[in-house]
DNA sequence: CGGATAAAAGACAGGTTTGTCTTTTTATAA
DNA sequence: TTATAAAAAGACAAACCTGTCTTTTATCCG
């Protein structure tokens, strides 16, 4: 009932890098996963799907780093999950049944039908942008920490 | 954003004996696994930490096999998650940030906040007998079906 | 007691996720 | 052009989850 780790430091970097990129042009893996107490090289390989994903940039050598585009802020949170290989429940049974339908239902579709909807309404309602504004000032403070 | 197989597999044995109970004082792992079309000897380990979170009684032996006690029926949703592992994420943070707190949330507390307590309700206030009852009678179609 | 039955326990294997390290590729500046 | 810096790519290992099989333990019945 948790987001993977991965996605969670997808997440964060993303929103790290965002932020940086308000007042400088790029940043560097060693600097995010340090500030954020992120494994490396590890952190490296999601930002690179992150990038393949489409919704942030790379340069390689020097001066180069990450930065965001004109995709980034308006990125969902729905979007990152696909990136990350989150599976999201919508349409799938909480109880890992075949399929979630209303015909034949498992012993919990009335339950959680209608959580099911919002979270996924959160989800993709709520974007990079967003998350960053809301977030300010101590934002940093709420991506570092563990 | 789902539930982990192990916990699919312990609700729907732990429903599944409740169910047989109305009629019958035992069931063996035999006869579970393959109504429910589930791991034979999986379904072993998962019903093993029914019984010894002390929300199912079993017995060896000739005419043995696995049963209610007082406590299955009232077992929530909540007791099971704990029994299984799953992480929930009452006091939890999704982002799998150290713990879940208002004073310096993750960039993503605010959006879940609601979601997470509405969840966390569902499962706490969901129990076995619940969901026997309420799935009366085409019941076993409900849980058999994979 | 002895044989049969069924859960419990243990050993092991495959897959996925997470994490670490090394090598390769690309870009920059001097 | 050469040295350097940084991401990308690849090889590998540890941990966890799931699944299979074998051995042990408890129980019942004759
Ligand atoms: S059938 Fe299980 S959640 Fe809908
Ligand atoms: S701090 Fe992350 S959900 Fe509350």
Redesign the pocket.
């Known amino acids: 009932m948790v987001f ?3 996605f969670g ?1 997808a997440l964060r970097g993303l929103l790290y890098v965002a932020m940086i990129n308000e007042t400088s042009p790029r ?4 600097e995010i996963s340090k500030k954020l107490a ?5 952190l ?2 999601v ?2 799907k992150l ?2 994903g489409g919704v942030l940039k ?9 930065y965001i585009h004109e995709k980034t802020l308006s990125t969902t949170l729905l979007q990152l999950t696909a990136i990350t ?1 989150d599976t999201i429940m919508y349409g799938s049974c909480v109880l890992r049944f075949r399929k979630c339908n209303a015909e034949n239902p498992c012993p919990l579709h009335r339950q959680v039908e209608f959580l099911k909807n919002e979270w996924q309404n959160v989800l993709a309602s709520t974007n990079i942008g967003d998350l960053l504004k809301k977030n300010h000032p101590d934002f940093l403070k709420s991506i570092a920490v563990i």
Do not use: C, E, I, T
């Open positions: 993977s780790k991965s430091y940043v560097q893996l060693d992120v494994p490396r090289y590890f490296g390989k930002m690179k990038v393949k790379s340069k390689k050598g020097p001066y180069g780093g990450f290989g």
